[in-house]
């Protein structure tokens, strides 16, 4: 009984505490120059620290000796650069402890993602370097509650995709840094045409996974209403897309790998369903085709035999008759005709 005693306290005391799934940061507050932001009063991380989830990102205390007459409320920016810190997830929780943070710089990190939610709470931020880092994924809306940014460093990643609208909203942008990624090796330093060059050639290299999915199911809509012309031209189409995934460096991931080859699969078995659609049409086609000729056979066999008698019908009947036979043969054909287009 005492023994379950001691294991409950324990295991309460960890969720209570935080113990094993949250971080604690020793700083060295500072001030050093940052291009852009200028001096900057922060805190540079001094502790080994080791961030492999997302609930052991979360801060739970920050330690450390702040200069004569300063606070927490004075440091606007965070660096670390120490590459035997494992943090492969961005620090949470943060903003809890520096408010006014418009600086931070995480090198070496290992981080393997960063998103919108990690950077909603730096409305101020300026300056964000993520260089050396293990991201591969740059989503839209990323700095949706970014607008400041003037500089932005992702050099030396993994980044296979850019979504199209990552860097819409960030006007002041001049230094940009994509250089040394997967995708795209280019960077811009301060210069906001050089910035726009940049980015478009993201969007050109860099497409996203996203991109290839809606041309799979623009592929695969198409076959809704089909001709028998239709499916060369799908799997042209198809073969067009699996080459441009091959050739991309999207094939590098083993889970995008996956996920191409299930949509594909989905749009082939489409297909199929499709083509076995078609050839009923084409049997109930056939299968009225054959009652029209055979009622056409007996109209023709009825108009030979008038035409047996018309030693006795008047010019005006007998051109009457051939008229009618004309416009018999004419229905066939466009009865043919709209049946196998």
Partial sequence: MAIKEIFVFVACSALICGLGDSADMECEFENSFFITVGDVYHCDLQNTVNIKSKESAVINSVAGTHETGKSNSDVAGFYSEDSSRIIEYFPRNLASFFTNIKMIFIRNGRIKEVQQSDLKPFPNLIYLALSYNDIEFLEDGLFAYNPELKVVRFSSNKIIHIGTQ??????????????????????????????????????L??????????????????????????????DQNLQNLQNRFQNSSLSNSTPLKERFQAISSKAINTKITAMDTKVVELDLKVTNLTSIMHDFIQSSTTSSNQLKDMSHMSNYKITMLVISSTFSFAFVFVIIYMLYD
């Fill in 205 to 234: 290299k860099c497409f996203g996974f996203s991109d290839i999915e809606k041309e799979l199911q623009k592929l695969e809509d198409s076959l809704i209403y089909v001709t028998c012309e239709s499916f060369p031209i799908f």
């Fill in 166 to 203: 990552v860097f819409e909203n960030l006007n002041n942008l001049a230094w940009l840094y994509l250089n040394g990624n997967n995708c795209i090796s280019m960077y811009a330093d301060n210069n906001q045409t050089a910035v726009k060059e940049v980015i478009s050639q993201a969007k």
